[in-house]
């Protein structure tokens, strides 16, 4: 028998209310088209898409935040609909906006969160969640002293208090410098090395390529990929190779398999081309051809940055 998913998501489709309530005859914005894609147990899975792409909607249907218009969830084997408290028992959710009341502390945020999760107060792990987000000497702090960094990191110890198996986190490193995101991503790897399952949004695909085992892309409410990290950077049929001559280049060169040759000095010239057409040696040998020399080459492999370009057809 194969570990059922994390999470199921099934046909789920999200058309937002019109905003004059339909007067015109038309539905509102479609932001969901029926996406359908299974969150493995135990991994760190991540999806991927482009502002608008319908990310946040759907992180927010599993967080019983926006009702969806058809299709079904589970959660952990709980359907949302059948089985609404024990699917919300399984899921924390770090959301994209951040929101406190700010006179409460760290620690009335996380106590408070406790009790509505009914936790006896004995059996509450306030302090080692601080910790853990190292927010210990913040303990008493009022919120609204804290930085941005330190309010995401609020968020995921307040997301962590039931002790859910998975945990959600929707766009955490937009706008978060460097130094913070990388703190974000050690909390984030060591919660997914204690066996919590990771989901989280973004639009950075580096960010994805480098934490996520598997992806999945959107766009327009649409599901355009889901595929293993290895896999979906492996889809990229372009490969990039930058040739120094020993003269001057004298124009363009295009040659069959060539999707572009861009001369970006004056003895260097850039050559994307389709692996699939072409080798890397017959690409030499066709800028030979030319009656030029080669100096040097370095050739870059495709990253998600391409594939996405690919799949989205964007510029
Ligand atoms: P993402 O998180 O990927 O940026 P969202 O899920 O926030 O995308 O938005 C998807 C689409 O749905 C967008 O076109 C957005 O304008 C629209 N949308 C989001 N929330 C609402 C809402 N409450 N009412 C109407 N349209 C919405
Ligand atoms: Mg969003």
Known sequence: MTTPPAIRIDNIVKRYAAPDGGANGEGGKLAL????FDVP?????????????????????????????SGGVEIWGFD???????????????????VFDPFFTPFEVLENQG???????????SEKLLEAVRLSDKRDAYSRTLSGGMKRRLLVAKAMVHSPPILVLDEPTAGVDVELRRQLWELVAGL????????LTTHYLEEAEQLCDRIAIINHGELIANKPTRELVGMAREKIVRVSVDKDLAGPMMERGFSKADVIEPRVIEITYDRDQVSTGQVLALVQQHG????????????????????TGAG
């Open 33 to 36: 088209k029926g996406v359908s």
């Open 41 to 69: 147990q135990g991994g760190i899975f991540g999806l991927l898409g482009p502002n608008g792409a319908g990310k946040s909607t759907l992180i927010n249907i599993l967080a019983g935040l926006v009702t969806k218009t």
């Open 80 to 98: 949302i609909d059948e089985h609404p408290r024990n699917a919300k028992r399984a899921i924390g959710i770090v959301p994209q906006e951040i």
């Open 115 to 125: 009790g509505f999760y009914g936790i006896a107060k004995h059996l509450r792990r």
């Open 192 to 199: 997914n090395d204690e066996g919590v399952t990771v989901v």
């Open 292 to 311: 030029y020399g080669i100096e040097d080459v370095t050739t870059r492999e495709p990253d998600l940055e391409d594939v996405f370009v690919q799949l």
